[in-house]
């Protein structure tokens, strides 16, 4: 809905819903109009002010800043309006900064000459870090890279989420082959029996348990694809995965190659094999890439204990979930962790892995998990030089997106129309 269409100060609450939606707020749809009962006046006379005080609270400084100058371009439009409601607009951009994001040299002449006439030093001062400041605005709202972050949109560059998932492929690959590798150097269950472990030892195997939490995984995998079909931004949240579930086994690849534990159990039929030449080893690690390393697809592996590969894709399968929906869905957030839960209590009931294991599994999961997404929220750190030292991949991947990514759905295809309206 473009804002000319309409007058501003006759919209209801439905049209101003409407409006946050297109400008990228709609997040805040139901804070502002369903709860505050915000219609076209009321808009126009929000103020930063009120964002950031009670009742609304919003903490977000960089959503405060990119509503203020949507709202400015609303109140240019309606200024006659604006008038008999007795309200200036808001000062959040200078006059010179036009709805469509032009700067007005006349004007900005005008406004530097009369501030250089002042008698008042510091008022000087004060203009001329003004227009200083809103240079440095015009010049971002020019460069293509930021345009639409301070429309309130966010760029998909799908591009990178290509590149990611690139990353994740390689790394799986590599993945299946330090299987084949640590297979070969399983240690000889006669010479290193199972290690003593408190859960394996006080509760009994269950044989069916693994082919549960594997159950448990592909139930998780669906609803996270069903999430991101339908999820707005489902580029960011896809190279997000992507980056994570690379990185996670990454460094699972390096542990299990690192250290192979003895076998966690007698049930375990494993023993050092040999594959031969490198021809061997490729096929047995493109017969485990085929089959995601499942039981259930026939996939049988031995001493990729430390950590848990199952439990690694369970985890974020479940915070992905949980974090890319409304906090509203209360009941599929309860599912997801139900799923994620049962999958790792069955995981250890199969004695497939040592609790040590699954533990640390869950551990640098979640931990790698609430850390990416603290320092891509927190926009000042993105731009900082450690982060482009430590965090290269990180800052590669996260440079654009500006802020919390919202939770926003849309049907991404054409038909069937109702899907559409249904979804949207």
């Given amino acids: 809905m473009a804002a000319s269409e309409d007058i501003v100060s006759s919209w209801s609450c439905k049209q101003v819903a409407r409006w946050l939606q297109v400008e990228g707020f709609g997040e805040y749809v139901e804070l502002l109009c369903d709860q505050h ?174 082919a549960m939490a594997e159950a448990c995984g592909l139930i998780l995998c669906y609803m996270g694809l069903l999430v991101l079909l339908l999820h707005k931004h489902r580029s960011i949240i896809f190279r997000r995965l992507c980056s994570l579930m690379g990185t996670v086994f990454l460094l699972r690849c390096c542990t299990m190659f690192v250290t192979s534990l003895s076998v966690p159990g007698q049930h375990l039929k494993c023993a050092s094999k040999t594959y031969g030449d490198s021809w061997g080893k490729i096929q047995r690690a493109l017969l485990i890439w085929s089959g995601g390393g499942m039981t259930l697809a026939g996939v049988q592996t031995c001493g990729d204990y430390m950590f848990s590969g199952h439990t690694v894709i369970i985890t974020l399968l479940n915070f992905f979930v949980t974090e890319y929906t409304p906090r509203t869905w209360n009941l599929i957030h309860t599912i997801s962790w139900v799923l994620n839960l049962f999958g790792i209590f069955f995981i250890l009931a199969a004695h497939e892995h040592y609790s040590i294991d699954v533990f640390i599994a869950f551990y640098i999961t979640t931990r790698l998990f609430l850390y990416y997404h603290t320092l891509a929220n927190t926009r000042a750190f993105q731009q900082s030089r450690r982060a482009r030292i430590w965090f290269p991949m990180f800052s590669f991947f996260e440079c654009n997106v500006n802020g919390p990514v919202p939770n926003q759905y849309h049907w991404p295809f054409s038909r069937p129309a109702f899907m559409r309206t249904l979804v949207g």
């Fill in 37 to 210: 009962r915000l219609d076209g006046p009321s808009l126009l006379a929000l103020t930063e002010a009120d964002l950031r005080g009670p009742p609304l609270g919003l903490c977000v400084l960089g959503d405060i800043k990119r509503l203020i100058i949507a709202l400015c371009r609303l109140q240019r439009l309606d200024r006659t309006r604006l008038e008999e409601l007795g309200l200036r607009p808001a000062d959040s951009l200078p006059d010179e900064l036009s709805p469509g994001g032009d700067w007005n040299r006349d004007r900005a002449d005008r406004r530097r000459t009369g501030g250089e006439r002042a008698s008042n030093g510091s008022e000087l001062r004060l203009r001329n870090g003004e227009r200083s400041a809103y240079d440095a605005v015009c010049h971002s709202h020019s460069n293509g890279r930021y345009r639409q972050q301070l429309a309130g949109r966010l760029d998909p560059e799908v591009w990178k989420t290509i590149i990611s998932s690139i990353y994740v492929f390689f790394v799986f690959g590599f993945t299946s082959f330090v299987m084949v590798i640590v297979h070969e150097r399983v240690p000889d269950m006669r010479t290193y029996p199972p290690l003593p472990d408190i859960f394996l030892d006080s509760v009994p195997r269950i044989p069916w348990a693994f």
